[in-house]
């Protein structure tokens, strides 16, 4: 099993939204993706935690496999 993290990007243009932060948490829960974060590159909200998100949930995958 491969973790999976579903990440919304251009959190900054929410005047331009298409999935609301419900809508992508419902779908990662009916999709089996651990869990749904919203970032934005042009102010870096959210985009450090997406990384260390992913990060953990791959090592925590290898740690348990040995």
Do not use: W
């Not at 870096?44 to 791959?58: D, Q, R, S």
Request: aromatic residues 4%.
């Amino acid at each position: 099993d491969i973790p999976i993290l579903l990440v919304g990007a251009k959190s900054d243009l929410s005047e331009s939204r298409e999935v609301s932060n419900e809508e992508g948490m419902q779908y990662a829960k009916e999709n089996n993706i651990v869990g749904f974060v919203e970032t934005s590159s042009k102010t870096g909200k959210n985009v450090e935690i997406a990384f260390e998100t992913i990060t953990k949930l791959m090592l925590e995958r290898v740690l348990n496999q040995s």
